[in-house]
C-alpha cells in the first residue's frame, strides 16, 4: 500500500494566487520530509528539506518566502507556492525515507498549472 | 559537471530486446546507489538497489563499479511495459543528500 500520500494531484490557478499541498506519511511517522520539483523533461530537483518542529531546509536558488513549508506533526508536511506565476508551473513532489533511511518513497506528485 | 550523468536517451527497443543504461558519478564519497523507474507524469518507484557485488531481479540486473564510479542496468527481454524513464539515484555519507540523475527515456516497441 501507499507510504506517503499527497494532495492535491492536479491544481490550475490564475497567477497571484496561492497554493498549498499537502503531504502525509501513512506508514510511520517521518520527521524529515523531502520537497522536489520536476520541469518536463528533467530529473527531479531538491527545493527543501522539511523538519518537523523547526525551520525547513531550503536549497540554493529556492526562495523560502515563495515556498512556505510547514511541518507541524511527524506525519504531515505542507507546501504553500505564495503568489504563483506561471513559471512555477511544474510537478511538485514529495518524498519520506524509509525507516533504515536508505530508500526513498514518493508521494503521487502534484502537477501545478498557473496560467 | 554534473554530479550524476545518464545517457541521454532516449531509447527505442524491439520487444525482447536487451537493453543497457549507464550512469556515472562524481562524488567518490557515495554511498548508496539505487534506480528508481518514473512513467510519465508520476512518481518515481524504487526499481532496485545497487550493490558492488552486482545484484539480479528477473529479467534486471545492476553493477557498480565503485573504481570508475560507474552504475549499469542491464534489462533482458523487454517488454512493452517496461517503458518508462529510468532514473540513477545516488547519496552522499549518512544519506543527508540524494542526487537523482537526468533519466533515460525508454521506449519498448512491438
Known amino acids: 500500500g501507499a507510504v506517503v500520500s499527497q494532495h492535491p494531484s492536479r491544481v490550475i490557478c490564475k497567477s497571484g494566487t496561492s497554493v498549498k499541498i499537502e503531504c502525509r506519511s501513512l506508514?510511520?511517522?517521518?520527521?524529515?520530509m523531502f520537497w522536489y520539483r520536476q520541469f518536463p523533461k528533467q530529473s527531479l530537483m531538491l527545493m527543501a528539506t522539511s523538519n518537523e518542529g523547526s525551520k525547513a531546509t531550503y536549497e540554493q536558488g529556492v526562495e523560502k518566502d515563495k515556498f512556505l513549508i510547514n511541518h507541524a506533526s511527524l506525519t504531515l508536511s505542507t507546501l504553500t507556492v505564495t503568489s504563483a506565476h506561471p513559471e512555477d508551473s511544474s510537478f511538485y513532489i514529495c518524498?519520506?525515507?524509509?525507516?533504515?533511511?536508505?530508500?526513498?518513497?514518493f508521494g503521487s506528485g502534484t502537477q501545478l498549472s498557473v496560467l | 559537471r554534473k554530479e550524476v550523468e545518464q545517457d541521454p536517451g532516449p531509447f527505442n527497443v524491439p520487444e525482447g530486446a536487451t537493453v543497457a543504461f549507464n550512469c556515472t558519478y562524481s562524488n567518490s564519497a557515495s554511498q548508496s546507489f539505487f534506480w528508481y523507474r518514473q512513467d510519465c507524469r508520476k512518481e518515481p518507484k524504487l526499481l532496485m538497489s545497487v550493490y558492488s557485488s552486482g545484484n539480479e531481479d528477473g529479467r534486471f540486473t545492476a553493477q557498480l563499479n565503485r573504481a570508475s564510479q560507474y552504475i549499469s542496468l542491464l534489462i533482458r527481454d523487454s517488454k512493452l511495459s517496461d517503458s518508462a524513464t529510468y532514473l540513477c539515484?545516488?547519496?552522499?555519507?549518512?544519506?543527508?543528500?540524494?542526487?537523482f540523475g537526468p533519466g533515460t527515456s525508454l521506449s519498448v516497441i512491438p
Open positions: 518524498s519520506i525515507r524509509d525507516r533504515d533511511g536508505e530508500k526513498l518513497f
Open positions: 539515484v545516488v547519496t552522499t555519507t549518512s544519506y543527508d543528500k540524494v542526487i
Open positions: 506508514d510511520f511517522q517521518a520527521t524529515t
